[in-house]
């Protein structure tokens, strides 16, 4: 009797077969697949000798019109590996607009904060004020409450004579 599309039970699984299986030959294939696949791992080896040899020669060959036309694409796919001896040590690497902005942005926020540290900004001209300001009502208040302290002291001793 059928359950529908989907099985409760982990008995229909798929198994695949992992690369290390394939090469060790213990994965579950036809018998006659091994003796193939050698004669064809043969035959690749072969071809690939003789494609390292050809590449070396033709080492510049582009496909298509690649070698017809020289394209300056910014988007284009860089190679991500490069080699040791293709690596130009004289050229700078440009930076991105993003890192630009970001650089430039650092800077002018250094700059303003030594500028401000030195209170030549406008804020920090404020903030000098203020704290004038502020530390002129702390001496007045401290100064104002001596005075009543030195009044009640003085009320106690006339209080006791």
């Known amino acids: 009797m059928g359950r529908g599309k989907f099985k409760g039970k982990p008995t229909g699984r798929r198994h695949f077969s992992t690369v290390e299986e394939i090469r060790a030959g213990t994965s579950a294939k036809p018998r006659g697949f091994r003796q193939e696949e050698v004669q064809s791992e043969e035959e690749e080896e072969v071809e690939e000798s003789s494609e390292e040899e050809s590449e070396e020669s033709a080492n510049d060959k582009k496909k298509g019109t690649q070698g017809l036309i020289e394209i300056e694409n910014p988007n284009i796919a ?5 080699k040791a ?14 890192e ?13 904060m030594r500028l401000q540290e030195q209170g030549k900004t406008e804020q920090a001209r404020k903030d000098l004020e203020r704290l004038t300001l502020v530390r002129q009502q702390r001496a ?16 106690k001793v006339e209080a006791r004579k």
């Open 78 to 82: 860089k190679p991500k590996n490069i």
């Open 140 to 155: 007045d208040a401290a100064k104002k409450r001596e005075e009543e302290k030195a009044a009640r002291e003085q009320k």
């Open 85 to 98: 001896r293709d690596v130009d040590v004289e050229k700078t690497t440009e930076l991105s607009r993003r």
């Open 100 to 112: 630009r902005e970001e650089l430039e942005k650092q800077k002018a926020h250094e700059r303003y």
